[in-house]
């Protein structure tokens, strides 16, 4: 194989912290090397460093053979990089094919006039389509098409530019089983054309399914590289942490049941006009947490929408420690103390124009307002302390609370705004999908809160899609299928076998 890109001795520093310290790394022609490394350890640093978007304070860059100190957008574009990120860059309003070609529409001659070619635009678009499977009208606008096939659209663009080199960043995080096979079946694809991919993910057993090499990061610092054949799982976790990490956070003395507990929410026959959820009826007593599996579309996040005030129901009751509370909105459902840490994090889990500060002290102002939050003081003082004491609790990551949200690691937002929650002393918290994109490492810090929180008093519930994850920290979990609880498993008698025919209606 052939080195197609060569990182040497690449560091990094901002203001306060040196995020890279003395990084090498190269990709190969024909491979998958992954990326590995809590959140905050410098994959996304170094890989915007690849491509333009920082310049790194020492170190070279080696494309093809030509060497750069630094690169800009541009230069990475022209030498054949690519980067397809979390969350995608497609435009919406554009069709598929515009997408692929932004920025370098192909042209002909009318008259005297230059005007777009969208003959020829339409047949590379379909070659391009075509080449990675997605069956679909280059000219479909890209807002009418699903998360995976929009991942699609963003490599197909890659290869529209003729890229050498890939990088793709958790690519897996919003996508279905099959979807993932899928993309494995187009990134094997990739490979056998001769393109290095990039592959960052945390999800463990994929690395191992798709990978060819692995590279952990930890802290800014190199790690280690190695054949994927030649480590376990939990070579890598030990790699990328340093230590072994708890697999379970339930009680060890758990109960069977919670019936004999207090009852701290409940909620009684939740429906909504457009079906999604139908009759829903369930409790969370104190010190338990609940857990709602089921496969995507289910209506697992519907309902949780409709309890916070997010989306309406057409009936039910929602009861907090005993008495009834009427949610309209998501102000009233902090005013009653709900909390919900939603699945997508970067559009409605924290202010991007605000600091680490402003983010986590805006619940506590929001809950002592008046008038539907026109009225009340917010206090400079007030900020500082209250972020301070939830970086020093949830270990935030940050070299000062005045730093930009948006600076900050995936998981390390993520305990942003978990703190704001926190901070705002909710009584019941909501998480959905709470560790979607996040580090084995930073998973962990969670899952104890988590346990934390309800070995305090607080109500916790758990949307997730990822099995592991409910069976680890939850006491009684809750099967949803087409809008119903059709199974309700004690922790003890929860299997990933009993609660996937629950949910693919194997057994009722």
Request: hydrophobic share 35%; aromatic share 4%.
């Given at each position: 194989m052939s080195t197609l890109v060569e990182m040497k001795g690449v560091v990094k520093k901002f203001p306060g912290v040196t995020a890279l310290k003395d990084i090498s790394f190269d990709i190969q022609a024909g491979e998958v090397h992954v990326?590995?490394?809590?959140?905050?350890?410098?994959?996304?640093?170094?890989?915007?460093?690849?491509?333009?978007?920082?310049?790194?304070?020492?170190?070279?860059?080696?494309?093809?053979?030509?060497?750069?100190?630094?690169?800009?957008?541009?230069?990475?574009?022209?030498?054949?990089?690519?980067?397809?990120?979390?969350?995608?860059?497609?435009?919406?309003?554009?069709?598929?094919?515009?997408?692929l070609f932004?920025?370098?529409?192909?042209?002909?001659?009318?008259?005297?006039?230059?005007?777009?070619?969208?003959?020829?635009?339409?047949?590379?678009?379909?070659?391009?389509?075509?080449?990675?499977?997605?069956?679909?009208?280059?000219?479909?606008?890209?807002?009418?098409?699903?998360v995976s096939e929009k991942q699609q659209v963003e490599i197909a663009k890659a290869l529209a530019s003729d890229s050498k080199v890939i990088v793709m960043d958790e690519p897996t995080a919003s996508l279905t089983n099959k979807e993932v096979e899928h993309l494995f079946d187009v990134v094997r694809a990739l490979k056998k054309e001769g393109k290095g991919i990039v592959f960052i993910s945390h999800k463990l057993a994929e690395i191992k399914e798709i990978g060819d090499r692995v590279s952990v990061l930890k802290d800014g610092a190199y790690v280690g590289t190695k054949q994927v054949s030649d480590v376990s799982v939990d070579d890598l976790v030990t790699m990328m942490v340093g230590r072994t990490v708890q697999n379970t956070y339930q009680h060890e003395d758990a109960p069977d049941n919670y019936d004999g507990e207090e009852v701290i929410f409940e909620v009684k026959n939740l429906s909504r006009k457009d079906g999604k959820v139908k009759d829903v009826s369930f409790k969370l007593h104190k010190g338990e947490i609940v857990g709602f599996s089921g496969l995507v579309g289910s209506g697992r996040s519907e309902m949780m929408n409709s309890i916070f005030g997010a989306e309406p129901k057409s009936s039910g009751e929602v009861f907090i420690g005993g008495k009834k509370v009427n949610i309209k909105s998501p102000y009233s459902a902090i005013k009653n103390g709900l909390a919900m840490v939603t699945e997508n994090r970067r559009e409605t889990g924290f202010f991007h124009n605000f600091d680490i500060k402003q983010n986590i002290s805006i619940l506590p102002f929001i809950k002592s307002s008046t008038l539907g939050g026109a009225g009340g003081l917010t206090s400079s003082k007030f900020e500082?302390?209250?972020?301070?004491?939830?970086?020093?609790?949830?270990?935030?990551?940050?070299?000062?609370?005045?730093?930009?949200?948006?600076?900050?690691s995936g998981g390390n937002q993520q305990k942003v705004i978990l703190g704001k929650w926190v901070a705002a002393d909710s009584q019941i918290i909501i998480f959905d999908e709470p560790t979607k994109g996040i580090d084995i490492g930073s998973k962990s810090e969670i899952y104890t809160l988590m346990r934390k929180l309800a070995d305090e008093g607080k109500g916790v519930l758990v949307v997730s899609s990822e099995l592991p994850e409910l069976l680890a920290v939850c006491d009684t979990i809750n099967v949803f299928r087409e809008g119903q609880i059709v199974k309700t498993f004690p922790h003890r008698e929860a299997t990933e076998e009993n609660i996937i025919k629950a949910s693919t209606a194997d057994i009722a």
């Open positions: 990326l590995l490394g809590e959140n905050g350890a410098g994959k996304s640093t170094l890989m915007k460093i690849l491509s333009g978007v920082y310049q790194p304070t020492e170190g070279k860059i080696i494309i093809g053979g030509k060497e750069f100190s630094k690169l800009t957008p541009k230069d990475s574009y022209e030498n054949g990089i690519s980067v397809i990120y979390q969350e995608l860059s497609v435009i919406n309003e554009l069709s598929i094919q515009e997408n932004v920025g370098k529409l192909p042209m002909k001659k009318v008259g005297l006039a230059s005007v777009v070619d969208y003959g020829e635009m339409n047949k590379r678009a379909k070659e391009l389509l075509a080449k990675i499977g997605l069956n679909r009208d280059p000219k479909t606008l890209v807002e009418d098409i699903s500082k302390e209250c972020a301070e004491a939830q970086k020093k609790s949830l270990n935030i990551k940050c070299y000062s609370v005045d730093q930009g949200i948006t600076e900050l």
